[in-house]
């Protein structure tokens, strides 16, 4: 099977957008051009309202991603189970893709004979072990995130050390939004390692609107470029991951 590089947004947020272009069309927008995003819900004292929990699944949905709605203290393993439980449903509708080429009507990995289906899954989780991984990463900064972004700060640092144990390379960049001048600001070019955000990370300022749309939308500029780049440097932009999902 031919390699690629799997893109994903992660969106960490604990409210409901309120400024700017819808974000489940912005989702939308993503999954069409092969990234996926994928949502974490900040609760605070058993309370996250109706209408952000809906925003939260919609934007998941329409991304093609996972959500859930966590504990600012459960933040840390959320973020690396999200990210990692992305990866595999990635792969595992690749691998669904070129299963229908080859066996034709439509079957998937669950149509398979446990034998083959268990071989299959290996070879996913080989995969996620070993596919390039891009993560763009969306920190919702709104005032009520204040006192949550030293645990979001933690969280991304783990995720770093988690997914730096694979053998695939990994790159991050992360966006705010509310930033300082903007609707959406970028903290971090893309890098393999997350470290240099804690000192970021103790400046930020948090403010009142939360421009999910936007942000989404910066996020997907922000892949283009990336991939322009690659594609002046090299020719060719041609990825299996990219074009297949």
Request: contains cysteine; aromatic residues 4%; proline residues 3%.
């Amino acid at each position: 099977m031919k390699t690629g590089t799997i893109r994903q947004i992660l969106l960490i947020t604990d409210g409901c957008s309120n400024q700017g272009e819808d974000p489940i069309a912005m989702a939308a927008m993503a999954k069409e051009q092969g990234i996926t995003v994928n949502v974490i819900g900040v609760m605070e004292q058993d309370v996250i309202d109706e209408q952000s929990m809906t925003e939260i699944e919609g934007i998941a949905m329409s991304g093609g991603g996972v959500s859930q709605i966590v504990y600012a203290q459960q933040l840390s393993q959320t973020v690396q189970m999200v990210t990692r439980k992305a990866m595999t449903q990635t792969l595992q509708g690749v691998v669904n893709k070129e299963l229908q080429q080859i066996l034709g009507g439509g079957r998937t990995v669950e149509d398979l004979p446990p034998e083959q289906r268990g071989e299959v899954m290996e070879v996913v989780d080989e995969l996620g072990e070993t596919v390039e991984l891009d993560v763009l990463i969306l920190v919702d900064t709104s005032a009520s995130m204040k006192h949550k972004l030293p645990t979001v700060k933690e969280a991304l640092l783990d995720l770093s050390l988690s997914l730096n144990a694979r053998s695939g390379d990994n790159r991050f960049s992360v966006f705010v939004f509310p930033g300082k001048r903007n609707d959406v600001e970028k903290l971090l070019d893309w890098t393999p390692k997350l470290e240099s955000l804690t000192s970021i990370f103790a400046k930020l300022t948090t403010g009142g609107i939360t421009p999910t749309g936007p942000a989404i939308r910066e996020a997907l500029s922000h892949f283009n470029k990336k991939r322009s780049l690659r594609s002046l440097l090299s020719g060719d932009d041609e990825s299996f991951f990219e074009e297949s999902v």
